[in-house]
T-cell receptor, first 111, second 114 residues
């Protein structure tokens, strides 16, 4: 069963705009991670937020976590064409670093 | 080069045949994982391994077999391939339970079962 569900499924923006993706999950987590996947490639880890953290930044990325609502958001500021990719949230519920992935958001950044 | 590699990158096989997908990592990571990616399902965990000779089932293990005789290798075998196993397969590793929870993914194997 899917632990994480992303919203929206697809997002198209202009270069320079901000992109926000949301992830909802069902059970308690140890941490939540975001990954990027370029077309035809493997996934690349972007950022991890632990269950006791509310917000985390890494470069142009900002992740928030609301454990009471079982939701997270990923904000990419000042988007570039190179940010075009699929973005997945993944939850770690503890016990062996097993991740459960959402279905992903396809982001397209147009010039 | 250091990293995680998968072979073959593309494979076409017939229903009923046995197929083995290879995964090799050079970091000596303890944990390794196999996922399949299908449209509408995201990535689903098939099997994982905490160390050599320690493996366990994930969410969708039926029809698959794994082994891990060496830390660096984690092959996935489809004993009798079915069309429903047509998918893109990703291997990953992580340094858990060290300082990092992130997983490092290979480039994937696109498998088509005809």
């Amino acid at each position: 069963s899917q632990q994480g569900e992303e919203d929206p499924q697809a997002l198209s923006i202009q270069e320079g705009e901000n992109a926000t993706m949301n992830c909802s999950y069902k059970t308690s987590i140890n941490n939540l991670q975001w990954y990027r996947q370029n077309s035809g490639r493997g996934l690349v880890h972007l950022i991890l937020i632990r269950s006791n953290e509310r917000e985390k930044h890494s470069g142009r990325l900002r992740v928030t976590l609301d454990t009471s609502k079982k939701s997270s958001s990923l904000l990419i500021t000042a988007s570039r064409a190179a940010d075009t990719a699929s973005y997945f949230c993944a939850t770690d519920t503890g016990g062996g670093n097993k991740l459960t992935f959402g279905t992903g958001t396809q982001l397209k950044v147009e010039l | 080069d250091a990293g995680i590699t998968q072979s073959p990158r593309y494979k076409i096989t017939e229903t009923g045949r046995q197929v083995t997908l290879m995964c090799h990592q050079t970091w000596s990571h303890s944990y390794m994982f196999w996922y399949r990616q299908d449209l509408g399902h995201g990535l689903r965990l098939i099997y994982y391994s905490a160390a050599a000779d320690i493996t366990d089932k994930g969410e969708v293990p039926d029809g698959y077999v794994v082994s891990r005789s060496k830390t660096e290798n984690f092959p996935l075998t489809l004993e009798s391939a079915t069309r429903s196993q047509t998918s893109v397969y990703f291997c990953a590793s992580s340094a858990y339970p060290g300082t990092s929870y992130e997983q490092y993914f290979g480039p994937g194997t696109r498998l088509t079962v005809t």
